[in-house]
Structure formats: structure tokens, C-alpha cells
């Protein structure tokens, strides 16, 4: 039994896509094609195409545009293996086509994870405040492997490290605050360690870093603070276990002792 075989009757470029063609098979529209799928299947009028040939075009065809949405999608900047797949799973590509796409991309260094690793950690440098275990934790979830990341972020020198800490300690510095000194140093370390510092560049720097504390304003953040806690205690305690209690509530605050025991001296004269 012969198979029926339909004829290419007429081909006509799309006037809104000038790479894209409409198929008119037996003078009927049957289907449009991207220009690589027209080169590829070697379409021309004329040329008898059977059901399976028809199934084999439109096949090629689903994964040119796939591929296309690729290339738009890395358009917008460099992207890693990873996150390509999961753009392809999201607009339902399916599983074998998209392993033909990122073979076809990574061939043709569209993507490329060292290259993808190694522009993600300078542009973080040069565009953010993250440290380099935040940015090692960002490379992860992309799917980067662990000696591509230590490789990219050779790229981040602790000279750029130190300079970017020491920058943001000396505006911390300069800002008022109700906590003493010595808070207000632990609370800048925790907000550098949770940008991704390590603990060698802040402590470096902290050891560096020159702040004038103030200690009038110093005092008069005690007495602030401790009037506070001296009522709130007094409620309960008094005499020396109410002065012990605010001592230490001062102290966990992280005023400097001889400041809290001159305000408990001063409290105690007035009792």
C-alpha cells in the first residue's frame, strides 16, 4: 500500500517575522518554520513530504524554538547550566529536548559555568557588599561545583575584601546609636559576618579601624538605660539585689563596668 505523500505547494515569509515561513502543503496552510529549520529539513516548493516527514519537521521546528527561547533568555546576562534547565522545565520544554538545547548551548560556549562562575563573583564585587561565603552560597545554589567556585573566587583578593569592610566599619562608626561602644562593635561584626566576611578580615580590620569613644556620651548612655532598668526592677527588688540586677542588665547591654558601678554608686546615695 502506497503511502500518501502531500506536496509543498507554496512558501511565504511571515511579514511580522522575516526569518519565520509559512508551509502550504496541497495549497492548504499546514504549519509555519523558523529559517534554521527551513535550511535544515532542506525545504523548497515542489518537495513531497510524508506524515512522518511532516512529524520530523515540526519536531525539528519545537526545538528551534526552544532553543530560541535559550538565546533570548541569556540575552539579559550570562547564565549557569542550571539555572537554564530550570527555565526550560518552567515553560514545559520537555526533559529530552532540553538536554539537546544545553548540549547544543554549551558546545557553541553559549553557557559555560566556569566562565558563568567566574563573571557572577566580579560583578558581586564590584556591584554589592557581599562577602565571599555569601557569594560561595549563591554559586552553590546555581549549581556551580565546589572547585569551579574556589577558582572564581580567587578572583576576589582580600585587599578588595579588607577595603570593603574597612569602608563600611568607618560609616558604622559615624552613626548615632543608644547602644555603648562596645555593643555597637559586636553588632557591626555579626552584620559583616552575615554578608559573608570571614572572621581574619573583620577582626583585622576592627583591630585597625580608629573610633574615638566618647566617654561623657558614654555615661550618659548608662544613666539613660540604667534609670530604665532601675525602675523596671524596682518593681519587684530593692537594696542590694535591685542595684545587682541592674548591674548586670548593664553589663549584658555592654556598658563598660566602671561606668556602671559609678551610675549603681550614684543610685545607691539617693536609696
Not at 213 to 220: A, I, L, Q
Not at 241 to 261: N, S, T, V, W
Amino acid at each position: 500500500m502506497s503511502q500518501l505523500l502531500r506536496i509543498i505547494s507554496k512558501i511565504t515569509a511571515q511579514k511580522r517575522a522575516k526569518d519565520r515561513y509559512n508551509i502550504f502543503l496541497d495549497d492548504e496552510y499546514a504549519f509555519s518554520i523558523d529559517q534554521d529549520t527551513f535550511i535544515k529539513e532542506n525545504i523548497r516548493k515542489g518537495k513531497k513530504l510524508s506524515e512522518e516527514d511532516i512529524e520530523r519537521i515540526q519536531a525539528t521546528e519545537n526545538i528551534q524554538q526552544a532553543y530560541l527561547l535559550a538565546i533570548n533568555f541569556l540575552s539579559y546576562r550570562m547564565r549557569s547550566i542550571r539555572e537554564m534547565e530550570q527555565y526550560l522545565q518552567k515553560k514545559e520544554i520537555a526533559p529530552h529536548t532540553i538536554d539537546l538545547i544545553i548540549e547544543r548551548l554549551v558546545k557553541e560556549k553559549n553557557l559555560d559555568n566556569r566562565a558563568f562562575a567566574e563573571s557572577f563573583v566580579k560583578d558581586r564585587v564590584l556591584l554589592t557588599s557581599k562577602g565571599p561565603t555569601v557569594i560561595k552560597q549563591e554559586l552553590y545554589e546555581k549549581g556551580i561545583a565546589g572547585s569551579i567556585i574556589d577558582d572564581a573566587l580567587q578572583h576576589y583578593s582580600k585587599e578588595e575584601q579588607f577595603d570593603k569592610v574597612y569602608k563600611f566599619v568607618q560609616r558604622e562608626v559615624k552613626k548615632q546609636t543608644k547602644h555603648p561602644h562596645k555593643k555597637r562593635m559586636e553588632q557591626i561584626r555579626l552584620t559583616l559576618m552575615r554578608r559573608g566576611f570571614t572572621n581574619d578580615i573583620i577582626s583585622a580590620v576592627l583591630a585597625e579601624v580608629e573610633v574615638d569613644v566618647d566617654k561623657d556620651e558614654e555615661r550618659e548612655k548608662v544613666m539613660k538605660e540604667g534609670e530604665k532598668i532601675y525602675r523596671r526592677y524596682a518593681r519587684k527588688h530593692e537594696g542590694y539585689e535591685l542595684r545587682e540586677r541592674c548591674k548586670a542588665a548593664l553589663y549584658q547591654k555592654g556598658f563598660p563596668m566602671d561606668l556602671i558601678i559609678e551610675f549603681i554608686e550614684n543610685k545607691k546615695e539617693t536609696e
